[in-house]
């Protein structure tokens, strides 16, 4: 099947506008997976051109505390897998931002490759990324997501070789995710000076959009990053704000860290 | 290396269907430069004299083979041998691969180690092992097995490592391996991942197998001197399975050798309470490697109960999976207090205190022995029993009377 296109066309129209595409990442169902499409229209309406919707997993190994948290407020809240494409769809009944799956591989190997993406396709998710997927074991669910038109994102990091990079080059579709520095995810006040030269490397391999994520949590971090890179990913960031907000105030205290990160203010 | 074992891992690390790289990409390139030096290192006669030497100086290799005859006696059937691993440094097996890999760390220039600990053997070891090497130590350890396990906490500060308690989860082995998984990816130009089990991401599953191998290859020495034949069965308990994989390797070949595996069955076979990946999980992906996984119907890691932490963990390294497949080695659990039993049995008859682990294998041992007349059994004492004094404590209120009157 054909890809959306949607990814593709988000980061175009962002390089038209001469400024880095925003992503922003949300854990469903925290803190309750009623709520969670109501908090990635507010997103939206900040300026959030793509959705990570994080599937939450039991034993998150790349995730800080933040993220670790709201995995575990979310899975208590009875998120399954057909919960996370449910609120999938309804995000893309009233939303043209694209939609990334963002998962550990388990959770999606248990529901089962093929039927994963077919789902994922209807409920109007445009790409897939799995965190702790290696290149390597990629084969069975790369050909899955091929076959129901899904962009397959994979993640760049700082320790990766030449000969990796190559693999991750060649292995993604819609956009590369790079790492910024070693570690899990989590805000920090700098972003890795070592990243730039990562994405050079990357650069050099190909064309497709280059997303830096770990790490970024401001305004000054979203513009540093777009100096040399096609987007910026926010994470943490985005789920302290749901962790700590009175839950009237959400939609509007995440609008209005949106509207900071993407300068539309 | 025989011809058969070297069939598994292929070069990316599967057995069969199983094991693999499933990991953040960080951690990959690290992976493949760890594989590279415990390549060359296998090679390398010099690095190899040094860990013999450790192993025999340091560790008290070759430990003994053992013959129960009090025990065996008492059940009437098999001849039961005992594998005395609880008599290596340390208290465990754990120290062979703790050897090997701080070796390693030292060839690759790592001068920080990180583990994880469930009953505090590993950690244990590892702390052993980085005073000896002058290497800065951290282990992270579940803040339940910290309770349990206290006095395996105090050894390895006395030892000069730091214990991180771990907060997440059940508070057990699988949330101090994530938390080691998460200090690794951010530290890994510096430090070492010293993995305690046949567990995790290739090389790991591999080469903790390389490193216990020896407990098998001499134990089929020593029985064959003893017994003049190859044994009916070994028997070894299995958590991740570092010591069942380093006692069967070198039986693998030989067909008739059945195999046991024994799992923690806990206080039931119901989800949550106990640890039998074969009797309750399926395939599934945890912590670097695909294996038998107890897991929920979505996917998520089921929380995992047995008396001995060493055992409490929720998938099974992957090399066993393709042993259970392939039908050449065959897992059953035993329950809490079966293990429980068996190591009274084995203290009384024979004078010997077994790890709580290992009495799970003992307990399968004692099981089938009496229907076993003139067979021949090895068991595996992985480990010996002196850290689970406060839980056999616990379990036997009546030997612990504060009036002196037992």
């Not at chain 2, 220039?109 to 800065?136: D, P």
């Amino acid at each position: 099947m054909e890809s959306s296109e949607r990814i593709a066309q988000r980061f175009a129209a962002a390089r038209a506008a001469r400024r880095p595409a925003l992503i922003t990442y949300l854990t469903a169902g925290d803190p309750h997976p009623d709520r969670t499409p109501a908090l990635a229209l507010a997103l939206e309406r900040g300026g959030a051109d793509i959705l990570e919707l994080g599937v939450p997993f039991s034993d998150p190994i790349a995730d800080g505390p933040v993220i670790q948290a709201a995995s575990d407020r979310a899975l208590k809240a009875g998120t399954t897998v057909e919960r996370v494409l449910e609120i999938a769809a309804g995000i893309r009944r009233r939303s043209g931002m694209a939609i990334v799956l963002f998962s550990y591989i388990n959770p999606l190997m248990h529901y089962g490759f093929d039927r994963l993406c077919r789902d994922a396709r209807a409920a109007g998710i445009d790409g897939v990324l799995i965190t702790d997927l290696s290149v390597e074991e990629a084969e069975e669910p790369v050909q899955a997501m091929q076959r129901h038109g899904l962009d397959r994102i994979f993640l760049a990091a700082p320790t990766s070789t030449d000969r990796r990079l190559d693999l991750v080059a060649q292995y993604s579709s819609g956009f590369v995710y790079v790492v910024s520095r070693t570690g899990v995810t989590g805000a920090r006040d700098t972003v890795s000076q070592s990243v730039e030269a990562l994405a050079r490397r990357l650069r050099a391999r190909t064309a497709l959009p280059l997303a830096v994520g770990f790490g970024i949590s401001k305004r000054a971090h979203v513009e540093e990053v777009g100096r040399y890179a096609d987007g910026a990913v926010v994470g943490s960031a985005v789920m302290r704000v749901v962790n700590e907000s009175a839950d009237e105030e959400l939609e509007a205290k995440l609008e209005r860290l949106c509207r900071e990160l993407s300068g539309i203010a | 290396m025989t011809e058969k074992t070297m069939q598994v891992p292929d070069e990316r690390g599967h057995f069969g269907p199983y094991g693999g790289r499933y990991v953040p990409e960080t951690l990959m390139a690290p992976l493949e430069e760890l594989e590279q030096a415990f390549r060359e290192a296998q090679r390398d006669a010099a690095f190899q004299r040094e860990l013999q030497e450790l192993l025999a100086t340091y560790a008290g290799r070759p430990t003994p083979l053992y013959e129960a005859r009090r025990l065996s006696a008492e059940l009437g059937g098999a001849r039961i041998f005992l594998k005395r691993e609880d008599l290596l440094h340390t208290g465990a097996h754990k120290i062979n691969n703790c050897l090997g890999q701080i070796l390693l760390a030292r060839r690759m220039g790592k001068r920080r180690i990180i583990a994880e600990t469930g009953a505090g053997q590993h950690g244990v070891a590892t702390a052993s092992v980085c005073a000896l090497f002058g290497m800065e130590c951290v282990v992270y350890m579940g803040e339940e097995d910290m309770r349990r396990q206290r006095l395996n906490v105090f050894r390895m500060r006395l030892l000069g490592a730091k214990v991180v308690g771990v907060k997440t989860g059940s508070r057990t082995l699988k949330d101090a391996v994530s938390e080691a998984m998460r200090d690794w990816v951010t530290n890994v130009e510096t430090t070492h991942y010293l993995l305690g089990s046949a567990l995790g991401a290739h090389p790991y599953p591999l080469m903790v197998r390389e490193f216990h191998r020896v407990t098998g290859e001499e134990a089929r020495r020593q029985i064959l001197e003893r017994a003049g034949r190859l044994p009916d069965a070994v028997i070894a308990c299995v958590g991740g399975g570092s010591n069942a994989i380093g006692i069967f390797t070198a039986f693998i070949p030989d067909e008739r050798v059945r195999l046991i595996g024994v799992e923690a069955g806990g206080r039931k076979l119901a989800p949550g309470e106990h640890a039998a990946r074969f009797a309750g999980g399926s395939p599934g992906v945890l912590q670097g490697a695909y294996s038998y996984l107890l897991q929920d119907g979505d996917g998520q890691v089921l929380l995992t109960h047995s008396v001995s932490a060493g055992l409490d963990y929720a998938l099974v390294g992957p090399e066993h999976a393709w042993l259970h497949d392939q039908g050449r080695a065959e897992y059953v659990s035993a329950s809490d207090t079966e293990a429980l039993e068996a190591a009274r049995r084995l203290a009384r008859a024979e004078g010997i205190i077994p790890a709580l682990e290992s009495a799970h294998a003992a307990a399968e041992a004692i099981r089938r022995a009496p229907a076993a007349k003139d067979r021949i059994f090895i068991v595996n004492v992985s480990g010996r029993g002196d850290k689970d004094t406060d839980i056999y404590r616990e379990n036997f209120p009546e030997l612990d009377a504060a009036d002196g009157v037992e």
